[in-house]
């Protein structure tokens, strides 16, 4: 960033009116670790925050090689195309170790999107803990919504905690899967398919559509056994392929019948306020938590106090509390 920033009502207005190169520039200072960069992306975001929140919000998630990519290029073009509806599609990825030439690979993978006046692309954070990523993403959210995006699609790979922090900032959550993959192989824990509201099997295409058949009717039953939802919605599970863009409206109607069903009964609101509480608290942990490490006198003790608790001489206990009450003053 190396042009002159523009200042907080130039960003905030730009963005509401849609400008995309204000908006990515507000982005990267929401991705910035400058201080004076975050300062004036905090400002940013709170002026955007009136305008935000008018948008169905999509995770995706999937082992890698799925298709995650390649159906959000094909959803996106559907609801843009025939539901009217315009499209953000951003990802968290913190465990990648994504080069700059897969990055490239999902553009190319979404290419209609990225150059879609209705849709707007945003790459992956290259770096950065998952906690920090988590949070410029939801910010990130918010400065897309005020510019007038009504659907945010999240696309993050289903093999760590990077799911657990997407589910928890999105209204809808899509589960994509492969047949004749045992789920050990998908690498798909019980806990995900848990928060999935529905689960998609993909690539039921090239003489894999009994087989992908065959596995609905399985993930059906498996889901049965799971505990009812707090809305009363019963997860659907359907087939697609994204390639060839079968299935895909079948899957746009499953999200606008959970955001109708949701909505009648007061859980779509609901859920969003449960996640503003989390998120408020995650964001107090992660605060006292930088304050604490960041500060040089406790730097000095720790490295001290760390020695003591190694020999023995204090128990950790004994040892956080004695830094914490110099900590607080
Ligand atoms: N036959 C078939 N191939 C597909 C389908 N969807 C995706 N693929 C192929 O599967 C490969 C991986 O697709 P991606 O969309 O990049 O998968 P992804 O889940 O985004 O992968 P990561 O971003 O690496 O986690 C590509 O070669 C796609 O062309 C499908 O519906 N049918
Ligand atoms: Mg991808």
């Given at each position: 960033?190396?042009?002159?920033?523009?200042?907080?009502?130039?960003?905030?207005?730009?963005?509401?009116?849609?400008?995309?190169?204000?908006l990515s520039r507000a982005i990267t200072l929401i991705e910035s670790t400058k201080q004076k960069h975050q300062d004036l992306a905090q400002e940013v975001i709170e002026g955007c925050l009136p305008y935000s929140g008018n948008s169905i919000r999509i995770g995706i998630t999937g082992v890698p090689g799925v298709g995650k990519s390649t159906?959000?290029?094909?959803?996106?073009?559907?609801?843009?195309?025939?539901?009217?509806?315009?499209?953000?599609?951003?990802a968290v990825d913190p465990s990648s170790s994504k080069t700059r030439g897969s990055i490239l690979g999902d553009k190319t993978r979404m290419e209609t999107l990225s150059n879609h006046p209705k849709a707007y692309v945003r790459p992956t954070p290259t770096s950065g803990s998952l906690g920090g990523v988590a949070q410029s993403t939801r910010e990130t959210i918010t400065l897309c919504e005020a510019a007038g995006f009504n659907?945010?699609?999240?696309?993050?790979?289903?093999?760590?905690?990077?799911?657990?922090?997407?589910?928890?900032?999105?209204?809808?959550?899509?589960?994509?899967?492969?047949?004749?993959?045992?789920?050990e192989l998908q690498g798909i824990?019980?806990?995900?398919?848990?928060?999935?509201?529905?689960?998609?099997?993909?690539?039921?295409?090239?003489?894999?559509?009994?087989?992908?058949?065959?596995?609905?009717?399985?993930?059906?039953?498996?889901?049965?056994?799971?505990?009812?939802?707090?809305?009363?919605?019963?997860?659907?599970?359907?087939?697609?392929?994204?390639?060839?863009?079968?299935?895909?409206?079948?899957i746009w109607e499953i999200v606008d019948a959970f955001v109708r069903h949701t909505k009648t009964k007061g859980f779509f609101d609901k859920k969003r306020k449960e996640?503003?509480?989390?998120?408020?608290?995650?964001?107090?942990?992660?605060?006292?938590?930088?304050?604490?490490?960041?500060?040089?006198?406790?730097?000095?003790?720790?490295?001290?106090?760390?020695?003591?608790?190694?020999?023995?001489?204090?128990?950790?206990?004994?040892?956080?509390?004695i830094l914490m009450d110099r900590f607080l003053g």
């Open positions: 960033m190396s042009r002159t920033l523009p200042s907080k009502n130039e960003f905030i207005d730009g963005i509401l009116t849609g400008n995309r190169m204000l159906f959000i290029e094909a959803f996106g073009n559907h609801i843009i195309e025939n539901q009217n509806r315009t499209l953000a599609v951003l659907t945010i699609l999240i696309e993050t790979v289903g093999v760590g905690q990077s799911e657990t922090a997407v589910h928890s900032m999105v209204d809808f959550f899509l589960l994509l899967m492969l047949a004749g993959a045992g789920d824990k019980r806990g995900i398919m848990e928060m999935a509201d529905a689960i998609a099997i993909n690539k039921a295409d090239s003489g894999n559509e009994e087989a992908a058949k065959r596995a609905m009717a399985e993930y059906k039953s498996a889901l049965h056994l799971f505990p009812p939802t707090e809305s009363g919605w019963i997860p659907k599970v359907a087939t697609c392929s994204a390639v060839h863009g079968k299935g895909i409206s079948d996640q503003a509480n989390y998120w408020l608290d995650e964001a107090i942990t992660q605060e006292l938590h930088r304050s604490f490490y960041k500060n040089d006198e406790l730097k000095h003790m720790l490295t001290q106090i760390r020695r003591q608790v190694q020999d023995g001489e204090i128990s950790s206990y004994k040892a956080a509390r």
